[in-house]
């Protein structure tokens, strides 16, 4: 009876041991299966902040290029009121010799400023 004992307690032994040998290789493929999405999730809110950076600085371009457009840039029109007179004085043109000849007083006015 004591060899039958002695044989079930290995039996369980063993089996218990095949239970921690299984628990660690569980325990090493979810960390392995963890590892991978980690760098996954790494890597796609990587390219997330990558492209939302891009997008920021093309939604700051196009801001610039659309106040430049509306006549809005300080550099060029330095308040709204210089910018409302430029409306108003285009506005009353009347014909195409009008505005030709605004233009070419503009471009001798800018030629001044510029080539003193």
Do not use: C
């Not at 505005?99 to 030629?111: F, P, Q, S």
């Amino acid at each position: 009876m004591s060899e039958d004992l002695t044989q079930q307690w290995l039996s369980e032994i063993q089996a218990l041991k095949q239970q921690v040998t299984d628990a660690i290789a569980q325990r090493h493929e979810a960390w392995e299966s963890a590892e991978k999405w980690r760098k996954l999730y790494n890597t796609e809110s990587e390219q997330r902040r990558s492209d939302s950076q891009l997008l920021q600085q093309e939604i700051a371009t196009l801001k610039a290029e659309l106040h430049k457009i509306k006549g809005i840039d300080e550099t060029i029109l330095p308040d709204a009121d210089t910018n409302t007179a430029i409306h108003t004085e285009v506005a009353q043109i009347e014909s195409l010799q009008e505005l030709r000849v605004k233009l070419v007083a503009i471009t001798k006015e800018r030629d001044r400023f510029y080539l003193r």
